[in-house]
């Protein structure tokens, strides 16, 4: 039993019937319901009809509830991605100093956090060539959001036109059009040439009012972007920042963002988390000139009265609690020990495991869509393009109904829409790529 | 108590723990890629380090850290308390770990859960319906106005411009507000620490779209005309927002939908102890009223006849205010916590934390001026300056309270025990507190002396800006 005195109370409140009487008694109450000061009309007597388990049985009844999802091998992307997360992360990030801590508004007793957080920081600012990295947003949807208030700001006189590409994750795009209602920014869409932004119709539609020029690297059909130098471009000669949206594996292969002008890089970490349904976390990035109007928590180094190097988070003044209405973002609790994870990690890959964990998503894409394109009834890559971990193939049946057949044998994959089916591998599901072919084999003919 | 931190120091001269970056950093050149070159970048330089390495360096970080598990963390308003080891393995199981595109037949029992713990918190609340998509409490409030927006739009009174903020509310309040596209009226307090009912009629008109409140307050205080102010600012056509930062006071004693509020986020990285970690992750879910049921974020869970879980879309849905469903492992830790309690488990829970508060601040030297509080107090530290006494306070190994805030009371130290703390434990902290109190602005002025760090230059962290490692190298 794990009951401790309070068989009939939370587990987790130490005092003994004897401790509670005397504290009871040394603040002058007869009983705890005369602590609580509220008026009879608003005081709630009922019950709320949830009972107390024990620990053994609340994991039971989670393992049993959740042991009702499917066990299916998955080929799904589109922004979340499955990467084998090593044990030393969870190990290490388990460690309950950093675990049940909260943000460190006392560094001198909080340094270890700090310091995670500063290197994962500059983990950051290796990748994306930029100066400037937060210690972290919640996801990549919201970090757009964030991105698109930070342009308001900057370019706030200029005008409110934010273009994004028509084949954007249509979460990320409900997300952002929340994060700008509150603006006169307006969200519009760029069309796409074969996976890939159309450079002809941007150049169209890019002008003196817009602000903000999205593009994403690898895109949602998991194409590389090939002339984002000229996307960069383009933003620029308009005096729109250019936002680029993207994942720390991508990072470790792909054109670096400063080396294409990127003003502002957001995205999913992909690294760190096992998949969630979701939960991850989100990256920002940006240039030195912009470090004031950042979103979200920055930590920096300075020195201690000692003399020594020591680390404390830094801009408070930009931050909800000090600027209330006028602070450049609402964020306070965000996804840290996320970053923590993601930064162990990365460096237990190190560089050379980056770049080939990287390689792999292109290697493995390019090696599973040609075994796709070798079956009767398939034909992949739909889009002319390099790939990364993920590619749309053509199906002569129903794509739906192929999704659901290749459900039934135990993998999960996308729907595109009528005729067109998305495929996602990784390090993580690399080992099952000849199952899945041989499946979708007979199930597409 | 005595109380010293680990300090790891390869070098006197220079700082404490070296950075990965100078423990060993290699470059990795990306020359035989299987893309063109003009797609990749030409190198990769980041930390090199063996496993047993990264073990130690993160391992020394650890022990340069403060935690719940280290000892008392009665740091206001943020409940940091006691976070189960269980909720961690079930939120670690794999049947845990999928993709959110998986189609719903084959996540029934991740939509069973999500389900059950809308269903538990729409109870605690005494709310209607409840969304589990924000993934932090400022993402509820601002979820909270998306709702608040789409209402008055729907109503026909979408030029409402204006959010009632009081003074002593949380920060976030006024931000979440001001992201919504609102002007903010800021609600002075009154002279008992609570909403002045003259200052609110004042501030209330058909602009007003919602006050945002905080119940009890952030001085502790638990508001008493809650039900005078629901009816006033209803009678003017708003809505009135619950800020469920302190809910933890409340759990099963009273309920913000009994108490006429409409909307309400609710902290269960607070309330139902999912672990801080560091600053996040959290979660933000948010209940409401059945009038606004349909503008909730898409998509909702919902049982169907046939005893399964379906995704849906609410008729008139603000959309969506997370990528996916949310912070997922967050949220399983605070069912397991929910159901490890149950009712007479949350109920004792505020007791307790109500009780904790009660008797460390009857206990301590400085003055509480407000009263009477339930699960936190705020001290004043009358001549001395709160930041010092807080330094001062990491010394006796003690987190301390959040300082200088609300600024209704001078040298401000807002102080949460939660309900984690024994008697014992309890004196220690008034032991703190009363040595601290006892001693001269020199000793303040000298600490910290026994934390990794000492006293840190914060003018000189933001004027000489160094955010990253090459930042140092430079």
Known sequence: ?445 | MRFDQARWSDDESEGYEPLLSEKDATEATVDDSPLPDDLTRDSVELPELSEPELARHYTRLSEMNYGVESGPYPLGSCTMKYNPKFTEDVAALPDAAVHPDRSEGTVQGSLELLHGLQDYLARIGGMDAVTLQPPAGAAGEFTGILLAQAYHEANGEGSRHEVIVPESAHGTNFASAALGGYDVVSLPGGDDGRVDLDALEAALSEDTAALMLTNPNTLGLFERDIEQIAEMVHDVGGLLYYDGANLNALLGRARPGDMGFDIMHYNVHKTFATPHGGGGPGAGPVGVVSDLEPFLPTPRVRETEDDTYELFEPDETVGKVHGYQGNWLVLVKAYAYIARLGDPGLRDASAKAVLNANYLGEQIDYEVPYGPYHHEFVASAGDQDAADVAKRMLDYGVHPPTTKWPEIVPEALMTEPTEIENRETLDQLAAAFDAVASEDDDALDAAPERTAARRIDQTSAARNLRLSWQSIEE
Do not use: K
């Open chain 1, 1 to 445: 039993m794990t009951g401790h005195h309070t068989a009939a109370g939370s587990p987790f409140a130490p005092h003994t019937p004897e401790e509670t009487e005397a504290m009871l008694s040394a603040v002058g109450a007869d009983d705890e319901a005369d602590l609580f000061d509220i008026p009879d009309s608003v005081r709630f007597d009922g019950e709320f009809g949830i009972e107390a388990r024990s620990e053994r049985a609340v994991r039971r009844e989670l393992r049993e509830t959740l042991g009702e999802n499917d066990d299916l091998t998955e080929f799904l992307g589109r922004g979340h991605y499955d990467h084998y997360v090593p044990s030393i992360v969870d190990h290490l990030s388990l460690r309950s100093e950093f675990l049940t801590s909260y943000t460190q508004y006392q560094p001198e007793i909080t340094q270890g956090f700090l310091q995670a957080l500063f290197e994962y920081q500059s983990m950051l600012v290796e990748l994306t060539g930029l100066e400037i990295a937060n210690c972290s947003m919640y996801d990549a949807a919201t970090a757009l959001g964030e991105a698109a208030t930070l342009a308001d700001r900057v370019r706030a006189t200029s005008g409110h036109r934010v273009l994004v590409p028509e084949l954007l994750r249509e979460e990320r795009r409900d997300v952002l059009e929340n994060y700008v209602a509150g603006t006169d920014l307006v969200v519009e869409t760029v069309p796409e040439d074969d996976g890939n932004v159309d450079l002809d119709a941007l150049a169209d539609r890019v002008d003196a009012e817009t602000v903000m020029v999205y593009a994403e690297n690898p895109t949602v059909r998991g194409t590389i972007e090939e002339r984002l130098a000229e996307i960069g471009d383009l933003a620029d000669a308009n005096d729109a920042l250019f936002v680029l949206g993207t994942d720390l594996v991508a990072l470790g292969l792909l054109q670096r963002p400063a080396d294409v002008d990127a003003d502002v890089v957001v995205g999913d970490a992909s690294l760190g988390l096992p998949t969630s349904y979701g939960m991850g976390m989100g990256l920002f990035a940006t240039r030195e000139e912009y470090v004031r109007q950042v979103p979200g928590r920055l930590v920096g180094a300075s020195d201690d009265e000692a003399g020594r190097r020591a680390y404390t988070l830094t801009l408070q003044t930009r931050e909800q609690h000090i600027r209330r209405e006028r602070a450049t973002s609402n964020i306070c609790t965000n996804q840290a020990w996320v970053a923590l994870r993601t930064a162990i990690h990365v460096a237990s890959l190190g560089p050379s495991g980056l770049v080939d964990l990287a390689e792999t998503c292109v290697t493995e894409a390019r090696d599973l869509a040609e075994a796709v394109d070798a079956i009767d009834g398939v034909r992949a890559p739909v889009h002319d393009r390099h790939h990364f971990r993920e590619f749309v193939a053509h199906t002569d049946q129903p794509a739906p109904a192929v999704a659901a057949d290749l459900e039934a044998e135990g993998y999960a994959v996308h729907a595109v829409d009528d005729h067109e089916l998305q495929f996602c591998v990784t390090d993580a599901n690399a080992g099952s790529t000849d199952e899945l072919v041989a499946a979708l084999t007979e199930v597409a003919r």
